[in-house]
């Protein structure tokens, strides 16, 4: 089992950045693919970017393509996503998600309490 516990959420002007952090409980990290979703008020839940285990591979919303990196630290047991040129429509609470899986967008086991951007207009 693995812990997820997020960071680096607040609020930010339309084309800021921000850089969200995981990090992740136990020792197997390097096992798990790695995802961030991330939930606007009023809409379903929907995925954003995911890593292999290896940092290899990475995986994105067309949504999110060209402005937000996913990348990942094994050593640390820590998963990124940086954000760059924020939209207002990127406001939502952000999870990130451990999957048994290889990569996967949608077949998550575990996912952490999730941190708030804003974006303001």
């Known amino acids: 089992q693995v812990q997820l516990v997020e960071s680096g959420g607040g609020l930010v002007q339309h084309g800021g950045s921000l850089r969200l952090s995981c990090a992740a409980s136990g020792r197997t990290f390097s096992s798990y693919t790695m995802g961030w979703f991330r939930r606007a008020p009023g809409k379903e839940r929907e995925f954003v970017a995911a890593?292999?285990?290896?940092?290899?591979?990475?995986y994105y919303a067309d949504s999110v393509k060209g402005r937000f990196t996913i990348s990942r630290d094994n050593a640390k047991n820590t998963v990124y996503l940086q954000m760059n040129s924020l939209k207002p429509a990127d406001t939502a609470v952000y999870h990130c998600a451990a999957s048994i899986l290889p990569v996967t967008t949608s077949a998550y086991n575990y996912w952490g309490q999730g941190t708030q951007v804003t974006v303001s207009s």
């Open positions: 890593i292999s285990r290896s940092g290899s591979s990475t």
